[in-house]
């Protein structure tokens, strides 16, 4: 993405792993940070293409859009690009999801609740603050011991959540 302005042009490097957020205006790790970015519009730098990948994915409370792909379950994508996705799911004490495994590395953190989870031969309980890994490939299943809200964030993105 190219941003055109009237205002000059000028090369402003950034910290190698840093980058200037320009929708809260503080710096943020990022891993493409490192590279040169184009800035103009006076001294604030513009986001170049690579990194407007990362803020492209802004998403708002009233842009969520939620569905419900199983009875007791709603499905809220958040933020996401081909890289990475954020999901929020709520689930209803009783629910249980079915066995499956996908190539995506998977990053759990539980918001609120209690859930039991099942993954390769291993069985355990997680509770509000907790937070664990499920590798790419790797059987797993879910489900809520109470009513539970989580957070699950994919690398790369999840193609079947996105549509």
């Known amino acids: 993405m190219s941003i055109a302005s009237p205002h000059a ?4 490097p950034i910290h190698p792993g840093f ?4 929708i809260n205006g503080r710096e943020e790790f990022h891993p493409l940070a490192g590279v040169s970015e184009i800035a103009s519009q006076g001294s ?3 986001v ?3 990194m407007s990948e990362l803020f492209k994915g802004r998403v708002t409370p009233d842009g969520v859009r939620s569905s419900r792909p199983e009875d007791g379950l709603v499905r809220q994508v958040l933020a996401w690009n081909s890289g990475m996705m954020l999901v929020r799911h709520q689930m209803q004490p009783g629910w249980r999801g079915a066995r499956h495994s996908h190539p ?3 990053m759990v953190y539980v918001v609120r609740g209690h859930i039991r989870f099942i993954c390769g031969g291993e069985t355990f309980e997680a509770a509000t603050g907790d ?10 299943e879910a489900s809520a011991l109470a009513e539970s809200e989580v957070l699950d964030f994919f690398v790369p993105y999840r193609e079947d959540y996105a549509t």
């Open 48 to 50: 170049n293409s690579a």
């Open 9 to 12: 042009v000028r090369v402003a």
């Open 104 to 106: 995506h590395e998977q």
């Open 19 to 22: 980058v200037d957020n320009p």
């Open 44 to 46: 604030r730098p513009a």
């Open 131 to 140: 937070s664990f890994i499920v590798p790419g490939g790797m059987e797993h």
